[in-house]
């Protein structure tokens, strides 16, 4: 993203010219704090629909993965088992944003000597 930055403003990268980066990193904080907000109610939202729908058709104890699936039975019918499959697998693309940014710190963290 950084390197994105650069290209398009052509500044400095943060690293390389820290004295500047006040303006950028309280930009950075509010895109940060604005989008895990967004997500959060988005997730609270999906959390509570979902307790709803089960509640009302009588399912409120899940234990296993199996019984996860089969508790979309009411809203996917005979695909339940395929939509959980597909949502547990759609959660691995998910994380690699994740795991690549956090890797990514690091190493610059590990450059720096922090």
């Given at each position: 993203m950084e390197f994105e930055e650069e290209r398009r403003h052509h500044a400095k990268p943060l690293c390389v010219s820290p004295k500047g980066t006040d303006p950028e990193l309280a930009r950075i904080r509010i895109d940060t704090i604005t989008g895990m907000a967004f997500s959060s109610l988005v997730s609270l939202a999906i959390v509570f629909?979902?307790?709803?729908t089960l509640h009302a058709h009588g399912?409120?104890?899940?234990?296993?993965?199996?019984?996860a699936a089969e508790a979309l039975r009411p809203i996917a019918g005979d695909l339940a088992f395929a939509l959980f499959a597909v949502g547990i697998i759609g959660t691995g693309p998910l994380a690699v944003p994740v795991l690549a940014g956090s890797a990514a710190y690091?190493?610059?963290?590990?450059?720096?000597?922090?």
């Amino acid at each position: 993203m950084e390197f994105e930055e650069e290209r398009r403003h052509h500044a400095k990268p943060l690293c390389v010219s820290p004295k500047g980066t006040d303006p950028e990193l309280a930009r950075i904080r509010i895109d940060t704090i604005t989008g895990m907000a967004f997500s959060s109610l988005v997730s609270l939202a999906i959390v509570f629909a979902t307790a709803a729908t089960l509640h009302a058709h009588g399912i409120t104890d899940i234990a296993t993965s199996a019984q996860a699936a089969e508790a979309l039975r009411p809203i996917a019918g005979d695909l339940a088992f395929a939509l959980f499959a597909v949502g547990i697998i759609g959660t691995g693309p998910l994380a690699v944003p994740v795991l690549a940014g956090s890797a990514a710190y690091a190493e610059r963290d590990v450059r720096l000597g922090l």
